[in-house]
């Protein structure tokens, strides 16, 4: 499943794997915030951008064409909006739709390959989200692995199951009431063991990481980069 | 419908991702004031559960199949604010770990889905006493008015959309909103079945609160039927009323003119008509019901 | 010696009507493992719950000296360190190293401790190496073992084990043996496993209906039970 395998990616090692999630973060957000900007009939800036994410991958030693691949998935919603503008005439926005949504999801799935999704969490909260939030996507995250193991189950069980539509109907139904019901109940387990060690109402936590001098320089570099590209990604093709 | 990244125009995706933290601040600071941090679990695993809801396949037509998509489902056994604080964290996870919505939309997503949808999803339902169709209404709306605002947000970006797609999306966003009514109330009833106590209990709405729910409706009805007549005139007329006209074309058109807004151009938005004119009708259509069904209860 | 657990007259009814536990006596000694043997729905589980006051009947329970109230139940969680059966509830935090440290943490260690007080535990049960590590990559027994540091992370006079044998091959069932005989603390152990029980455990007690109808040497209350394979 996608989010098994992003896990186990973000966990490898490599030079940007042990930077600081903020500095992996902020400078994501600075790259989407760069193909964003861009204005529909320029591309340079878009590929600049793109291979910008290449070149980051390849130093965290992640399968680059992996990547890729996975990042494609946004491409069938793109190509539609972009077989729409073409069909009304402006074929340029519908290609820097396309192009945007996949460098966007690019680099989005790099950021994942690189940084585990809890730490991600706990940086988004050093600039400042809301606590409940973040430990709302932690829980989320955590037991999604659980959780969506045993629908799996029951997907299968309902496709195999056969019957007329109304009746698979209503065995959807109930497989939902049942993941439903177990969901509960787990709720419940999980927090009789919390208060069983003490939980006082309030999650505590351990020491955070400091933000480094190689932090530091990964971010400054990735911002001169990202800047670089937005600005003159042309200049790197018309040679 | 989840917008990725790169769809809309930067004063779009910029001013939702603005006005979208704050209302998130406070609905944690809600949800903190409502309850400590003892329910997470709870409501960490119901996250996961709606994760996992929406990937049964429930057979809504021949040879198709619908998938839960959760809010209304969520706002009838956590409440609405635990619901969209729970939706909300389910798009944030969507858009980082499966690169379902952009990171940069987020605000548009959180906004259209977590914070509109679930709210359309309660109206009904706390409107119609908890009734069975108080739930498909609720599940309906939830999922139309995420998906018109999207498209919505979409042609205000510039995105060029024919007048015929324009109403085939409409068509389809009805098609699915009624297939996540129909899956809300066979769903809400199954867990009903296992334990009652999961489901919130809704006290019948008081005069007050019809009157409040009432008005609401018939502002969205009347804010639909505005976006839904021939627009550039209804809306110019609207904006020169409210002395806004020129300066927020300006605003749209400079310094951004790449983004020059869709709606002040062709008429062909005034044929598309139709689908934004059936979401006012539903919503007048509900509001109506509902005060009867209270009228017809007290009498 | 005072015994660490005395319980009297227990009786609970769940919410529903049904009696789940019907006048229940019970002591453990000091040094002792005390297996508890008997049918599912037989009360094991519930009586459990009630040592650590997270379910509350009538009777009388007394842990360490204090009798199981409200105002007692910091101490007797301190005392006394529960191992779930669900191991994936137990371990709810995002790495081991945060959910091993989430008993001390909570009481009142500051970070840098809690984290020196994880580090040694883990090393106690042979997961040093899984610090790092996210509970959902870790297999059924490594799971368990790191559930287990968790609870001695808080250091618990009074060890109670809810079918700790659940989804354990009989390798990681060796390996859990070797752990739990290696601790000092008192054991109280609800299983279905006689073998186990037999390892580890030298008196046992039968549950049926709610009640304790059985009790003695391991062997025999199982033999007289029909308790085994």
Redo the contacts between chains.
């Keep these: 499943m996608h989010h098994v395998v992003l896990d186990r990616w973000s966990r490898g090692r490599s030079f940007i794997h042990a930077r600081d999630a903020r500095a992996k973060l902020a400078a994501v957000v600075a790259l989407l915030v760069a193909i964003a900007t861009v204005p529909p009939g320029r591309y340079e800036p878009v590929a600049a951008a793109w291979a910008l994410v290449c070149l980051a991958a390849a130093l965290a030693r992640l399968p680059v064409w992996g990547l890729a691949w996975r990042a494609a998935l946004v491409l069938p919603f793109s190509a539609v909006f972009a077989a729409m503008s073409w069909l009304s005439g402006d074929p340029a926005r519908g290609a820097a739709l396309a192009a945007k949504s996949y460098a966007s999801a690019f680099a989005v799935i790099f950021l994942l390959s690189v940084t585990p999704f809890p730490e991600l969490c706990r940086a988004a909260e050093w600039f400042r989200a809301p606590r409940m939030l973040i430990l709302l996507m932690q829980f989320i995250y955590r037991y999604l692995f659980v959780i969506s193991g045993e629908a799996q189950h029951m997907w299968l069980a309902s496709h195999c199951r056969g019957g007329s539509r109304g009746a698979r109907f209503r065995a959807a139904a109930g497989a939902v009431g049942v993941l439903f019901a177990r969901s509960y109940q787990r709720a419940e387990g999980i927090q009789r063991a919390m208060f069983a060690r003490g939980f006082r109402g309030r999650f505590e936590t351990l020491a955070a990481r400091r933000f480094g001098g190689a932090d530091f320089a990964f971010l400054l570099g990735a911002l001169l980069l990202i800047g670089a590209a937005r600005a003159g990604g042309g200049w790197l093709w018309r040679r | 419908m989840h917008i990725p990244d790169g769809f809309l125009a930067t004063p779009v995706w910029l001013a939702l991702d603005v006005g979208a933290a704050p209302a998130v601040g406070l609905l944690a600071r809600r949800a903190r004031q409502d309850f400590d941090e003892s329910r997470i679990p709870l409501l960490g695993v119901m996250g996961a559960f709606v994760f996992a809801a929406q990937m049964v396949n429930f057979p809504v037509a021949p040879g198709a199949s619908g998938h839960l998509v959760g809010s209304a489902l969520l706002a009838y056994t956590l409440g609405p604010a635990a619901a969209s604080l729970v939706m909300t964290a389910i798009l944030v996870i969507q858009a980082f770990v499966f690169q379902d919505g952009g990171v940069l939309a987020l605000g548009a997503n959180i906004f259209n889905m977590a914070i509109a949808g679930v709210l359309a999803a309660h109206l009904p339902y706390r409107l119609l006493g908890g009734r069975r169709m108080g739930v498909f209404l609720g599940g309906m709306l939830s999922v139309l008015v995420g998906a018109f605002l999207a498209l919505g947000q979409l042609l205000l970006s510039g995105i060029p959309m024919k007048p015929e797609l324009l109403a085939l999306s409409a068509g389809l966003f009805f098609v699915n909103a009624a297939a996540e009514g129909v899956i809300t109330v066979a769903a809400l009833g199954a867990i009903r079945g296992i334990r009652p106590g999961w489901v919130q209990e809704i006290s019948p709405p008081g005069k007050r609160e019809l009157w409040l729910f009432g008005g609401a409706a018939v502002a969205l009805a009347v804010f639909g039927v505005l976006i839904a007549s021939p627009l550039p005139d209804g809306l110019e007329r609207f904006l020169e009323e409210a002395g806004v006209a020129a300066r927020a074309k300006a605003l749209i058109t400079t310094p951004f003119g790449d983004y020059e807004a869709a709606f002040f151009r062709a008429g062909w938005l005034r044929k598309a008509a139709a689908g934004l004119a059936g979401l006012a009708l539903i919503s007048a259509c509900g509001w109506a019901t509902g005060r009867w069904l209270a009228r017809r209860r007290r009498a | 010696m005072a015994p660490l657990i005395e319980v009297r007259g227990l009786s609970f009814r769940y919410e529903d009507g049904t009696l789940a536990l019907n006048g229940v006596d019970f002591r453990l000694e000091p040094g002792e493992t005390v297996a508890l043997l008997g049918p599912n729905g037989s009360g094991k589980t519930t009586f459990l719950?009630h040592l650590?006051g997270?379910l509350r009947g009538e009777g009388e329970i007394i842990v360490c000296g204090r009798p199981v109230r409200r105002e007692n139940l910091?101490f007797v969680?301190?005392k006394v360190?529960?191992l779930?059966q669900?191991a994936?509830?137990?371990l709810?935090?995002?790495?081991v190293?945060?959910d091993v440290?989430?008993?001390p943490?909570?009481?009142g260690l500051p970070?840098?401790e809690?984290?020196r007080v994880a580090l040694e535990t883990l090393a106690q049960v042979g997961m040093q190496g899984a610090a790092g590590?996210?509970?959902?990559h870790l297999s059924a027994g490594e799971k368990r073992r790191v559930a287990l540091a968790?609870?001695l992370a808080?250091g618990p006079e009074i060890l109670v084990l809810d079918e700790p044998t659940t989804f354990l091959d009989p390798p990681s069932q060796r390996h859990l043996l070797d752990v739990l005989r290696a601790l000092p603390q008192s054991k109280l152990l609800a299983t279905h496993d006689a073998a186990f029980a037999r390892a580890l455990a030298a008196r046992a007690v039968f549950f049926e209906g709610g009640r304790v109808v059985d009790s003695g040497p391991v062997d025999e209350v199982a033999r007289r039970r029909h308790w085994e394979v």
């Design positions: 719950l650590i997270l910091d969680r301190r360190g529960v779930f669900d994936d509830e137990q709810f935090m995002p790495t190293l945060e440290a989430f008993g943490l909570n009481q970070p840098q809690a984290q590590r996210a509970p959902y968790g609870v808080m």
